[in-house]
């Protein structure tokens, strides 16, 4: 079988890689990975083998490391954290919806209050409100 690699890898087969079936993924290590990891080391994420019936070719993929950078996770909010959720006086249903999962009207506040968990079941996160004014006032 006729082997192509690297620079010499055709335009033509590289459009192949649009139509191919992965058939196996294997991590670094595993059997059929060790050229591979001492190639491209710590780098190597996985190799897949893709197949092309039409062509009658496989192709052999890595996944790798192009950057490492330092990144910190956003503060996650606990289940049980009471959250404020914007909901327009003609929304019914919706009200209705958070009122049979446990929410409360704080007509000081005029937000709805529920716990973090609910609202993300209820689908409701986009409807937050991160800092709640101290009291809804009355003018516009």
């Known amino acids: 079988m006729e082997r192509t ?3 010499d890898l055709s335009a033509a087969t590289a459009a192949h890689a649009t139509r191919t079936e992965v058939r196996k993924t294997l991590r670094p290590g595993q ?3 060790r050229k591979l990891v001492k190639i491209h080391g710590h780098d190597l994420v996985c ?11 496989r192709l052999t993929t890595v996944e790798l490391v ?3 950078a330092r990144w910190k996770p956003p503060r ?3 289940d049980s954290a009471l959250v404020s959720v914007k909901v327009e006086p003609w929304e019914r249903s919706l ?23 609910k609202a993300v079941e209820l689908r409701v996160r986009r409807r937050l409100v991160t800092r ?4 809804k006032s009355g003018q516009i």
């Open 5 to 7: 690699s690297g620079p």
């Open 31 to 33: 059997r059929g990975t």
């Open 47 to 57: 190799v897949r083998y893709r197949y092309d019936e039409r062509a009658g070719l």
């Open 66 to 68: 192009v950057e490492r």
């Open 76 to 78: 996650r909010i606990p």
């Open 95 to 117: 009200q209705e919806r958070l009122r049979k999962a446990g929410a409360r009207w704080d007509g000081r506040l005029g937000l709805w209050r529920m716990r973090y968990d």
């Open 132 to 135: 709640p004014p101290a009291e």
